[in-house]
């Protein structure tokens, strides 16, 4: 039994210094997220190609596209019997595709929120549907094991590949340059390669390991991406679907992929909480975001202005990217970094083991001791009152007040705050109500001051005896420095309040000139009959 007193952790309220590196600086630029609040799963989540200030959300028996400057609903598609999935914009933008619970795929007008079409065959849930290259098809990835190609003018189904897999398939990716291939993933582990011009469609099989949630291909269309399980797989298409490599970052079930950085960073979303982002170039992360609750859906905006996560509670968290105008500092981190790297390496060259003298035997693995500072020696004692009175004293408050604070959690901890505070003389109390006043508003310190504050309360409610004008003198100001603090964060979420519109238009002015595509003003698509007598049965 390790009998050992270990002295008190005051590292974790220092501050913290991170290694810095070119990724880091760079993601550290997304500001704090703001939260949307849906009532279901948030399903799936995808940005428009044409206006990179909306995405559309999947939720329940609802498809809303939101803005990301305003945070309001622009158009909201509320035309399903049961739960909708998988929403995603044509090339163009201006259309929508979404499966339902129903077996249907529908197919939506962006601008007037009709249904153009309806197609019709699958006999389950249909969770995913992508447009194909070339605008004229769409696939539909079902819950019966089957993919449907679908012809978009005609509403008519093209190809039907049954069977294709043994299990629910919940995951598709369409080719980016060809539009005759696609692959699938089921929740069989099977990932199947097609290409519609074959007389035997599919082409390849593969063994992911674990039900497969999501997969990806790469701008150029030679490497596609699955995730499934807690893995995330790389395939390469040109030589025969091989696999390069494969990535556990996660401790739970990977849940959807993106893409973002113009394809240079790979981004995975995870039941563990986390979002990993990897350089596409060596499959390592280079970053990580982290989330109150597990990810499910995943997007990125163009040019990364923005991440969007929804979560398993229906929490959206929109994630901005902040523009600076002032020249990056990336060179100086390096320079730093040379520097430091220089002076490792000289130290070990000045330092010299001596070795000229022969010993008969070593004694490894010897523990030392580490040197008990005064307030630990006090509570390895259970002196607690001494303790307290040792890192109140004026140099300590005024160099390092962190030691303060740590002996104060301590005794939060042991449950021994409230015995070091009563029976003492109103000198030490003000002493320490003075203290809560001075850092109360220092984020590092907020928590267990906080705390600290209400055990002291307990102190005075729970004492019989009377005290002094100047400890009355002391609590008004503990309580004028709470309300100061309240006063301050309403008057800071009224401000932001204000200013979120404004400095949302500036961030989207960069340097470069948004280049947005505009579709060329053709014939609007027309609804089907089968669209046109479409009617929802409300219970």
């Not at 249909?126 to 190609?149: G, M």
Request: hydrophobic share 40%; glycine share 6%; net charge positive.
């Amino acid at each position: 039994m390790d009998s050992r007193f270990y002295a008190l952790n005051i590292r974790r309220f220092q501050q913290r210094a991170q290694v810095e590196t070119p990724d880091t600086i760079y993601w550290e630029r997304l500001e704090k997220p703001e939260f949307l609040k849906e009532c279901n799963t948030i399903d799936y989540l995808d940005f428009s190609p044409t206006e990179p200030d909306n995405f559309v959300v999947t939720c329940s028996v609802r498809v809303q596209i939101y803005n990301l400057v305003t945070k309001l609903v622009v158009k909201n598609l509320s035309r399903f019997q049961k739960s909708a999935y998988g929403a995603t914009f044509r090339q163009d933008g201006r259309l929508l595709a979404a499966g339902d619970e129903e077996g249907h795929v529908k197919l939506f007008d962006t601008t007037s929120r009709n249904i153009l079409r309806i197609f019709k065959g699958h006999k389950a849930p249909v969770h995913r549907t992508f447009f194909t290259n070339d605008k004229l098809q769409l696939t539909s990835f079902c819950d019966d094991k089957s993919v449907r190609l679908w012809d978009v003018s005609n509403e008519k189904v093209v190809q039907t590949y049954n069977d294709a897999h043994t299990d629910y398939i919940r995951a598709g990716a369409m080719h980016p340059v060809a539009g005759n291939m696609f692959v699938s993933g089921g929740y069989d582990g099977k990932i199947n390669l097609y290409d519609t011009r074959a007389e035997n469609a599919i082409q390849r099989t593969l063994d992911h390991g674990s039900p497969v949630e999501s997969l990806l291909f790469m701008p150029n269309g030679s490497i596609f991406i699955s995730a499934g399980g807690n893995q995330v797989r790389v395939w390469d298409l040109i030589s025969g679907c091989r696999l390069l490599t494969m990535m556990s970052q996660h401790h739970k079930t990977v849940t959807c992929l993106r893409l973002g950085t113009d394809g240079r960073r790979l981004f995975s979303g995870g039941l563990d909480r986390h979002v990993k982002i990897y350089d596409t170039t060596t499959y390592k992360t280079v970053h990580t975001l982290t989330y109150p609750n597990a990810v499910v859906s995943l997007a990125v905006a163009g040019a990364d202005q923005a991440v969007v996560a929804g979560m398993v509670d229906g929490l959206i968290s929109i994630k901005r990217m902040i523009v600076e105008n002032k020249p990056s500092n990336l060179n100086q981190i390096r320079v730093h970094h040379a520097s430091k790297e220089k002076k490792k390496k000289l130290v070990k060259k000045l330092i010299k083991p001596n070795t000229s003298q022969v010993v008969d035997h070593t004694i490894k693995d010897r523990f030392k001791a580490t040197k008990l500072q005064s307030f630990d020696v006090h509570l390895r004692k259970f002196n607690f009152k001494r303790a307290l009175d040792e890192v109140l004293l004026p140099r300590q408050v005024e160099k390092h007040p962190e030691n303060t604070v740590a002996v104060i959690t301590e005794l939060l901890q042991r449950r021994a705050l409230d015995k070091a505070l009563s029976e003492r003389p109103d000198s030490v109390l003000i002493q320490f109500i003075d203290f809560l006043c001075t850092h109360l508003g220092e984020v590092r310190f907020m928590r267990p001051l906080l705390n600290a504050a209400n055990t002291i309360l307990n102190v005075f409610d729970a004492s019989s005896t009377s005290y002094g004008v100047k400890v009355l003198e002391a609590l008004q100001r503990l309580s004028d420095t709470v309300q100061a603090e309240i006063a301050l964060t309403v008057e800071m979420l009224q401000l932001k309040g204000a200013m979120d519109t404004i400095i949302g238009v500036s961030l989207n002015d960069s340097d470069k000139p948004k280049v947005r595509t505009v579709a060329a003003k053709g014939a609007r698509m027309q609804p089907s009959k089968r669209a046109e007598k479409y009617v929802i049965y409300v219970d």
